[in-house]
């Protein structure tokens, strides 16, 4: 009983300084450990199984957090420190709730953690303790760049937060890219660069990726899951990710050998069969912490300055984790706990029941729900412009979608993926956090992918028997939401389109959409 165990050792549990480690704060650089004292301080870590079901996570996202929790739990021990581990199968539920248990029969003078990435756990964790009678020190986070604080001041006064100029200030305050006061190359921003498609032949030239072989404790693992969380979404037959420090120190060397030098220009491309392309596969490791985010920013820059990658794929790179990383906690923690509930284009329809299966007439939706439910992975694009385009336009409640993400995906955790569903993806913030509703036809995919040449639909239609779901759901979003949009200039000119569409066809376009939701809400069947 593994309750037992560790209550039992609880008992005898005494000392100066108790760390509390969650499952995505795996590192002894963060915090905590300063000064760490392996004679007198101890480690708490807690695998509990609502942190898996609150959400109905994916196999392959549960098994990496366990996965990881274990290594690093190991390497702890093997490095001398105490680790007072409660392993799955306890009585507690929840991370509170063995938080509280543990410490009413231990014995530290210091409570401390590393702040929660999540506001929910703030809340719980902190209450926890003080009802154990003890209180918790919740120390800031240096894993990112930026503090809490430090976004807040950014965003202070300013009527629209955008993420460039957030960005800018980032790369002069940290010297990133930077060629004195100039940056690299003469400009911020090499987006224009990295939009490119493959074209009709398909990528040309791709690696095999670094994939991790499960040692025996993951295998372990990976049984466990398999057993306890059988009825959740998912495989587990792929899993190969970075679970240790060494191996995602390997992964980011790997990355930047051999995909960096073609990120930039195919980052927003996507292929039938390819899940992984030249991203770099990175998010997991980084959010856990076993990679920190300049380790990976370091070695992107100087991949650029020995000549070993070009500049609009390194400053894409950059971009990523040193823009739109640090930009998304700072909308987070900015705008929580009120931000979870916002719906601002009152989208009310339930998830269709395929993101969970994959099983859709539709080949896009197809390609990037299978590969998330095998990798637990997908890549930008997949996530923005398939599986949370077509959300927004059938009009899926934010917080179904927002289940969704958390779900499914090994890297995700509250703070990064709220914001990039709820804030980029489904607009349902009303544009805090972007600029306009990333809205586009079937087309979009079209031209960036191969999907639509092997798919039953066809994203030139918006009406008809074939007429592509994205096509014909695009135009009723901007009819449904026109009033809304009208005063955004950045959407003048799709709603200019929208005025040569004659009254017969929008009335087509609005029974064809019509049916498409009835028929997402089990209420009728389309041909
Ligand atoms: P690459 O394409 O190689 O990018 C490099 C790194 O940049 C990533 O590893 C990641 O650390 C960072 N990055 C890139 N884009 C973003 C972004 N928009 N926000 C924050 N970091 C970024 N990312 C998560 O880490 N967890 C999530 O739960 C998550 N949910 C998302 C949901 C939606 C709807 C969208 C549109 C994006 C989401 N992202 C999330 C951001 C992004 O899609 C993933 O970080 C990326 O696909 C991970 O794959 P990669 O490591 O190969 O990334
Ligand atoms: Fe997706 Fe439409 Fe293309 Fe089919 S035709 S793959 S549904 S965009």
Redesign the pocket.
């Known amino acids: 009983d593994p309750e037992r165990r560790v209550r039992v050792s609880a008992e005898k549990a005494q000392g100066r300084r108790l760390v509390v480690v969650l499952g995505d704060q795996l590192s002894t650089r963060l915090a905590p450990f300063d000064d760490f004292d392996k004679e007198r301080d101890a480690v708490w870590m807690a695998e509990v199984s609502g942190e898996s079901e609150y959400v109905w996570s994916a196999k392959q996202r549960i098994a990496y957090f366990l996965a990881a929790m274990r290594h690093f739990r190991d390497a702890l021990e093997a490095d001398g420190i105490r680790v007072f581990y409660l392993s799955l199968g306890s009585e507690s539920k929840s991370l509170g709730a063995a938080l509280k248990r543990f410490l009413e029969a231990a014995s530290f003078d210091d409570i401390v953690m590393t702040e929660p990435g999540e506001y929910r756990l703030v809340e719980e964790l902190a209450s926890a303790c003080g009802a154990a009678g003890r209180a918790l020190r919740m120390l800031e986070d240096r894993s990112f760049y930026c503090t809490r604080t430090d976004f807040a001041r950014h965003a202070r006064g300013r009527k629209q937060l955008r993420m460039e100029f957030f960005y800018r200030e980032l790369r002069r305050r940290f010297g990133v890219l930077m060629d004195g006061e100039e940056p690299a190359g003469g400009e911020w921003n090499f987006d224009a660069s990295n939009r490119e498609s493959f074209g009709k032949e398909g990528p040309e030239r791709l690696l095999p990726r670094a994939r991790f072989e499960p040692d025996e404790l993951t295998r372990e693992t990976i049984a466990e899951v398999e057993e306890r969380f059988a009825s959740h979404p998912g495989s587990l037959d792929t899993f190969a990710w970075p679970v240790t420090r060494e191996q995602a120190e390997e992964a980011l060397r790997h990355?930047i050998a051999d995909?960096l030098p073609q990120?930039g220009r195919f980052?927003d491309a996507m292929w039938t069969g390819e899940p992984?392309l030249?991203?770099?596969?990175?998010?997991?490791?980084?959010?856990v912490r076993l990679l920190d985010?300049r380790e990976?920013v370091a070695a992107a820059e100087e991949a650029f300055r020995k000549g070993r990658a070009p500049l609009e794929a390194v400053e894409g790179?950059v971009?990523?984790?040193l823009?739109?990383?640090?930009?998304?906690?700072g909308v987070y923690w900015l705008f929580m706990p009120g931000y979870l509930k916002r719906n601002e284009l009152g989208a009310e329809e339930p998830l269709p029941r395929f993101y969970w299966t994959g099983e859709t007439r539709m080949r896009c939706l197809r390609e990037a729900i299978g590969q998330t439910l095998q990798f637990g992975?997908?890549?930008?694009?997949?996530?923005?412009?398939v599986?949370?385009l077509y959300s927004l336009l059938l009009g899926v409640s934010p917080k179904a979608?927002h289940e969704w993400?958390?779900a499914v995906?090994i890297?995700?955790?509250?703070w990064?993926?709220?914001?990039?569903?709820l804030g980029?993806?489904?607009f349902a913030d009303g544009g805090d956090m972007a600029s306009k509703p990333y809205v586009a036809t079937g087309k979009y995919i079209q031209r960036m992918s191969n999907y639509c040449s092997g798919c039953a639909f066809d994203p030139g239609k918006r009406t008809g028997e074939d007429a592509c779901p994205f096509t014909t759901l695009y135009w009723d979003f901007l009819t449904r939401h026109r009033k809304r949009l009208e005063g955004n200039p950045r959407m003048r000119m799709q709603l200019r389109n929208l005025d040569r569409v004659n009254e017969s066809e929008r009335e087509a376009i609005r029974r064809k959409a019509e049916a498409i939701r009835a028929e997402n809400r089990g209420e009728g069947t389309r041909e």
């Open positions: 990355f995909e990120f980052q992984f030249h991203h770099s596969l990175l998010s997991g490791a980084i959010n985010p990976a790179f971009r990523q984790i823009g739109w990383r640090e930009y998304v906690r992975y997908a890549h930008h694009i997949q996530r923005l412009m599986t949370g979608i993400y958390l995906y890297d995700a955790v509250e990064v993926e709220l914001p990039n569903v980029m993806s489904q």
